[in-house]
């Protein structure tokens, strides 16, 4: 479950050069998306992708050369996805993507630790950080830099560390670790909070970037950075749960709330939040039954649904801001 930097501060920690490949810039078509990352270790070991098939490989084979060098220059490519131009990919599928090319050393594992660091964690003051790439190495800003920028050998790359993919699970039971897995394989960084002490599959969630022990469901909202850019999902044992995560959810200014159950409760659910106070506005940004209508029943089926509703989403509409 380890991301690429978290695996490239475990190598850099032990002594190991590590090749580091990004996609900078992209267009319709590229297999590879800006932001994407691939790691391509001493023992010819990689973490991550950058499009795969034939571009890849070469890209893995210039990284284990890369690594025997007594020195090597940061560098940017140009790849087209066509087979009629100098700057052929291999791959055959349109479009073109910019990729920058790197070597960390043992030096770079301050830097790497506090990527790792931003990356992972979701404390409500903790600033945003940038990551700014050029042919000198890794540096983090507190300010955004210019996103992309060439100019023959000089170069740059900024991307925010801050994960616009972002899901908070109310309930922490099966479902709920179901749900954690696909998402975060699918790219979000995970949430789950519960009420309930010493849950067994709380604790057993090592999928999840934080898992929140709290008094109340409706509290857990409060403790999330980045309320804008996260979706919620409640998914709790009873009706009495999810009532108090709607709570707090519908009280904070998440894009997106689901609900997960079948129609019965759904329906009381509703009534009760509106016997509460909620009007039909607030009522309209409750999203259930949450996921996409596959006729999921077990956990897992059921995490496929939801977590396949919120790329939906997220590919649609864009990260909120």
Not at 166 to 193: P, W, Y
């Amino acid at each position: 479950m380890e991301g690429p930097f978290e695996q490239i501060a475990s190598r850099l920690e032990y002594g190991e050069r590590v090749f580091l490949a990004l996609v900078v810039h992209h267009t319709d078509h590229s297999p590879g998306t800006a932001g994407s990352k691939m790691a391509v270790f001493e023992d010819g070991e990689t973490c991550g992708t950058i499009g795969g098939g034939i571009m890849e490989r070469r890209v893995q084979e210039l990284g284990s050369r890369a690594l025997l060098l007594a020195d090597f220059d940061a560098r940017r490519e140009v790849l087209v996805h066509r087979a009629d131009v100098p700057q052929a990919s291999g791959l055959v599928c349109a479009g073109e993507q910019t990729n920058v090319y790197l070597r960390l050393a043992p030096d770079d594992l301050g830097v790497a630790r506090r990527i790792v660091a931003a990356t992972t964690g979701d404390t409500p003051d903790r600033p945003p950080t940038w990551l700014l790439i050029t042919p000198d190495g890794l540096e983090l800003s507190k300010q955004e830099p210019e996103s992309h920028h060439a100019d023959g050998a000089s170069w740059s790359y900024a991307e925010s560390l801050i994960n616009p993919r972002r899901l908070l699970i109310l309930g922490g039971g099966h479902c709920a670790l179901a749900l954690s897995k696909v998402a975060r394989e699918a790219g979000f960084h995970v949430t789950v909070a519960d009420d309930r002490a010493n849950l067994d599959t709380l604790g057993k969630n090592h999928a999840a970037h934080r898992r929140l022990s709290v008094r109340d469901l409706a509290d857990a909202a409060g403790h999330i950075a980045y309320p804008e850019s996260t979706s919620v999902v409640a998914m709790g044992t009873d009706i009495a749960s999810d009532l108090r995560s709607l709570y707090g959810a519908l009280r904070g200014p998440f894009p997106f709330i689901g609900l997960m159950g079948a129609p019965a409760k759904i329906s009381r659910v509703r009534q009760a939040l509106a016997d509460s106070g909620f009007g039909p506005e607030a009522l309209s940004r409750i999203t259930a039954p949450v996921g996409l209508p596959i006729g999921s029943r077990t956990p897992q089926e059921i995490a496929i649904s939801v977590t396949a509703q919120l790329i939906q989403r997220h590919r649609l509409t864009g990260p909120a801001v």
